[in-house]
């Protein structure tokens, strides 16, 4: 991905100028998978100010990933971004974001509304990013306070992930991690004592890792690909022992 950023900056910059930003952005998304939130900010950075509404908020919502400590005032910035009209892919993601400030309750409500507009719209990408929050969520809800046939669903779509392709589909238009979701899934599964499942999708991951790690990343990044990429690093040290 990153040799095919500088490839699209060469022909861009020699025919097209005005869509730079857009390679910048697409490699500081690469660099924040990588682990590497401090060459993300470089080309986040050298995106600039000046972008269009829908990118700048695309913008912002990647640095609160690269800064995790100010990532409440960067989605804020995304907020205030938003173009008025169309791009509704980035105004889902940013709705979904701000599910983040609210209570478990109106939270749920708003995560499960924003994932059925993004059915409607067949924006799957969003709906990615919808189920990536509401697992997220669940996960640091008690179980008395989510409805049993509401958990009982989002569990089943969580075991269901174990038949997807680990990168999935529309990835980047969640401006996620591809390893995020189905983390997330096998630590809920875990959590809600479907263990058998949960191990099962933990070891498709540490396979998957294992050979994404070998086959696409290069030697000078592989360290901080299995060490300081978040995901990577919870999936390397494995579910929890107590589990169910």
């Known amino acids: 991905a990153l040799a095919a950023a500088d490839q699209a900056e060469q022909v861009l910059a020699a025919s097209n100028?005005?869509?730079?930003?857009?390679?910048?952005?697409?490699?500081?998304?690469?660099?924040?998978?990588?682990g590497?939130?401090?060459?993300?900010?470089?080309s986040l950075a050298a995106a600039g100010d000046a972008l269009p509404p829908h990118l700048q908020a695309r913008r912002c919502l990647l640095l609160a990933r690269a800064l995790p400590r100010d990532a409440a005032a960067w989605r804020e910035r995304a907020a205030a971004a938003l173009p008025r009209h169309g791009w509704p892919e980035i105004a889902l993601l940013v709705r979904l974001e701000?599910?983040?400030g609210l209570d478990a309750a109106p939270a749920l409500a708003a995560i499960a509304t924003l994932r059925d507009e993004a059915t409607r719209l067949d924006l799957r990408g969003v709906r990615r990013a919808a189920l990536l929050r509401l697992f997220e969520r669940l996960l640091g809800e008690a179980r008395g306070s989510v409805g049993e046939a509401a958990l009982t669903s989002a569990l089943?779509?969580?075991?269901?992930?174990?038949?997807?392709?680990?990168?999935?589909?529309?990835?980047?238009?969640?401006?996620?991690?591809?390893?995020?979701?189905?983390?997330?899934?096998?630590?809920?599964?875990?959590?809600?004592?479907?263990?058998e499942e949960a191990r099962a999708l933990h070891e498709r991951l540490r396979?998957?890792?294992?050979?994404?790690?070998?086959?696409?990343?290069?030697?000078?990044?592989?360290?901080?690909?299995?060490?300081?990429?978040?995901?990577?690093?919870?999936?390397?040290?494995?579910?929890?022992?107590?589990a169910g």
């Open 17 to 34: 100028p005005a869509r730079l930003p857009v390679v910048h952005l697409q490699r500081g998304h690469c660099w924040l998978d990588l």
């Open 98 to 100: 701000a599910t983040r």
């Open 207 to 242: 396979r998957w890792l294992g050979e994404n790690t070998a086959q696409q990343v290069g030697e000078p990044f592989r360290a901080g690909y299995l060490e300081r990429q978040t995901v990577n690093r919870e999936l390397l040290a494995g579910l929890p022992r107590a």
């Open 156 to 195: 089943d779509e969580a075991a269901a992930l174990q038949g997807e392709a680990i990168p999935g589909d529309d990835v980047t238009a969640a401006l996620a991690y591809v390893a995020e979701l189905p983390w997330l899934a096998a630590r809920l599964l875990h959590q809600h004592g479907r263990g």
């Open 36 to 42: 590497q939130a401090a060459r993300a900010q470089q």
